[in-house]
């Protein structure tokens, strides 16, 4: 892979990164916290620069960021500016931030390549001769709406519910002249013998309006948050392989294919990584946002504080459980690539 595309992938996911920590760094300033320091990537620091009472660095290693505030860690200080001495709705404002930064710019991102190249939508563009969707008398323009009761809000919805039939008949509903139809169909295997289809090729909506891009953001975001849950379904439930995760060699990997596709189809993957990044941090696990929310959630529910102290013991822990579990990952991409 040429080292420009590599280049790409990682100043993408810097961009990631540097959205979600200034989520955390805005909302800390919002409510008068000393902010320390504004780091871009992890390890021994490459460069700084001192502006105000904030470093800004940037560190070896391209795999995340931070924001370190006064007095996050636990330890005992007077300081009102003191991030463990602000109430726990500022603190969960503040920790909530990361996540929801990274929801916007994935909005933001579908939207920005949906009003350049337009987008697909889960309507009939062309139908195959003698496919099943035809067979059944599906029509142009036929609106799908939902595929065995299952809401479908864009094409890779359909698509992916096509996918996972394994070629059992399903219920496509859909809606033609203001009115609901539901009709059944059996997916056939694509003439490569790969994928189950029906035979259904997408609407395109060219030059959309300002109004449809951002709409469009809205539901593809809200569409991938849905998938991702779905797959935590599927991982839980014992259906997912070793060969299904990837680490940040795989990241960098799949982010240089996207670049080596076109800045259209890279800030599209940004798109995406932007929202498994977000769900990521709201894992309910100790260092993680998501172990911070539920903390000043139960700090706000019973109106007790959580000994700082203990915290910050078991965040050490939760981070230190998170660096082994990272460096397990890195270990996998190198002796078990996912094949692409």
Not at 201 to 209: F, R, V
Not at 298 to 305: C, D, G, N
Request: no cysteine.
């Amino acid at each position: 892979m040429s080292i420009i595309y590599i280049i790409g992938a990682l100043l993408a996911f810097s961009l990631l990164v540097i959205i979600h920590e200034f989520g955390h760094f805005a909302l800390a300033k919002l409510n008068d916290v000393k902010v320390e320091e504004f780091s871009l990537g992890m390890g021994p620091k490459l460069f700084g620069i001192k502006k105000g009472e904030t470093e800004y660095t940037v560190k070896a290693l391209p795999i995340g960021g931070y924001v370190k505030m006064l007095g996050e860690d636990g330890e005992d200080t007077k300081d009102k500016r003191a991030f463990s001495n602000k109430s726990s709705w500022q603190k969960l404002s503040i920790v909530a931030a990361g996540p929801f930064m990274n929801l916007v710019l994935a909005i933001f991102l579908f939207a920005l390549v949906a009003g350049i190249r337009g987008y697909f939508a889960p309507i009939v563009g062309e139908l195959i001769k003698g496919g099943p969707a035809e067979v059944v008398q599906m029509q142009k323009d036929d609106k799908i709406i939902k595929v065995n009761q299952k809401k479908i809000t864009t094409w890779e919805d359909f698509y992916t519910e096509i996918y996972m039939s394994g070629g059992k008949s399903i219920d496509i509903t859909y809606e033609r002249e203001g009115k609901l139809d539901t009709i059944s169909v059996t997916p056939v295997k694509d003439k490569d013998g790969k994928a189950y289809i029906v035979g259904i090729y997408p609407k395109h909506i060219d030059n959309p309006s300002i109004g449809q891009s951002i709409s469009y953001g809205f539901i593809e975001t809200n569409s991938l948050i849905n998938q991702t849950f779905s797959f935590f379904k599927t991982l839980f439930g014992g259906k997912a392989s070793i060969n299904d995760f990837g680490g940040p060699l795989t990241i960098i990997k799949v982010s240089g294919e996207a670049a080596k596709a076109g800045i259209l189809t890279l800030l599209s993957f940004a798109g995406y990584l932007s929202i498994q990044l977000a769900i990521f941090n709201i894992i309910p696990f100790p260092a993680l946002d998501g172990g911070w929310i539920i903390l000043f959630l139960f700090e706000i529910i019973t109106r007790k504080k959580v000994d700082s102290n203990k915290v910050g013991i078991i965040n050490y822990i939760g981070f230190a459980i998170l660096m082994t579990l990272m460096i397990l990952v890195t270990i996998k991409d190198i002796l078990y690539p996912i094949k692409f």
